[in-house]
Nanobody
């Protein structure tokens, strides 16, 4: 069983920065695709950023150029650096381990795993 724990959420003013972390329990010989999602009050959960097993990253248009996803594979930690924060970035942020992974060079599919979220509040 994999457990994901997010941290780093806080209340900051617009224009500020935060770095979110997601620590994954357990060890694996496989690497997986990872994502960050967020859900604001009254909104559906939406994709923010993702990184694949080859280190390729992608971003939602709303955060492109302001957020940066990265990972420390040795420590099983996923990060989201968030700069130039805006009030509309206010949400609970969730990390997700995607189904797709690689065990060596072999593509492998497991179930999705979600963390419980960390709250980010941006004031104007």
């Amino acid at each position: 069983q994999v457990e994901l724990v997010e941290s780093g959420g806080d209340s900051v003013q617009a224009g500020g920065s935060l770095r979110l972390s997601c620590v994954a329990s357990g060890r694996s010989n496989c690497r997986y695709d990872w994502s960050w999602y967020r859900q604001g009050s009254g909104n559906e959960r939406e994709f923010v950023s993702g990184i694949d097993t080859d280190g390729n990253s992608r971003y939602a248009d709303s955060v492109e150029g302001r957020f940066t996803i990265s990972q420390d594979n040795a420590k099983n930690i996923l990060y989201l650096q968030m700069d130039s924060l805006r009030p509309e970035d206010t949400a609970t942020y969730y990390c997700k381990r995607e189904r797709r992974g690689k065990c060596g060079r072999v593509v492998h599919y497991d179930r999705n795993y979600w963390g419980k979220g960390t709250l980010v509040t941006i004031s104007a």
